[in-house]
């Protein structure tokens, strides 16, 4: 069946580095990629809908200068996060669909000192 | 925007029993309602899902039912068993497979006790 990865599954950084987590549709072409974020014990929320080729749209409250989202093609979107603080640590997750599939990605856990 | 509100936040079950999750959404447009399973550090697993031209759907112990008038959906897990232990996220959509970004309840704790 189809699947989504995330690269890379965790990462630890210092505060103010940069961070690149990509996530890729390994045997679909995904028409749109979501970008939620989850803190522990708290549900999922989402920041920013990517589509291949066009800016990505971001939910109120999220800072697209902050969250940097490229959607270079139907199987690969990237989040950028600029400036990390400890404040930015989470459980970040991909969903990639195309028509009435989708899959989500096993997550990325960024923790920043 | 949409607003999904679940219950319980924590739900304790015996092995065997039946267990219920109740979720509320309030955007009537919203016609695409799944349900996920999240086990500790993994990615939600789609369980089942129901569109707003179905009020019951079943598969083997799960089962979830609509109310388009009182806008609420619930989850029955019928016999429960430990691997049933996880948190459950409902979730509303306007458009089916959720096209449209997914608006996710706050999850319900569920245990199993042997």
Redesign the interface.
């Known amino acids: 069946g189809a699947v989504v990865s995330q690269h890379p599954s965790w990462v630890i950084c210092k505060s103010g580095t940069s961070v690149k987590i990509e996530c890729r549709s390994l045997d679909f072409q995904a028409t749109?990629m979501?970008w939620y974020r989850q803190f522990p014990k708290?549900?999922?929320?989402?920041m920013a809908?990517s589509n291949e080729g066009s800016k990505a749209t971001y939910e109120q409250g999220v800072e697209k200068d902050k969250f940097l989202i490229n959607h270079a093609s139907l199987t690969l979107s990237t989040l950028t996060v600029t400036s990390a603080h400890p404040e930015d640590s989470s459980?970040y997750?991909c969903?990639a669909?195309r028509?009435?599939?989708?899959y989500?990605?096993?997550?990325t856990?960024l923790t920043v000192l | 925007g949409e607003n999904v509100e679940q219950h319980p936040s924590t739900l304790s079950v015996q092995e065997g029993d039946s267990a219920v999750i109740k979720c509320t959404y309030s955007d009537s447009a919203s016609n695409y309602f799944p349900w996920y399973k999240q086990e500790l550090?993994?990615?939600?697993?789609?369980i089942i899902d129901i569109r707003s031209n179905v009020g019951e759907k079943k598969d083997q112990r799960i089962a979830v039912t609509l109310n388009k008038t009182a806008k609420h959906f619930s989850l029955h897990i019928t016999e429960t068993q430990p691997e049933d232990s996880a948190v459950y996220?409902c979730a509303a959509s306007r458009s089916?497979?959720?096209?449209?970004?997914?608006?996710?309840?706050?999850?319900t704790h569920l245990i199993i006790q042997p």
């Open positions: 749109t979501f708290q549900s999922l929320m989402l809908t459980f997750i969903r669909i028509a009435d599939t989708q989500f990605g096993p997550g856990r | 550090g993994k990615r939600p697993q789609l996220f089916g497979g959720g096209a449209d970004g997914l608006t996710f309840g706050k999850g």
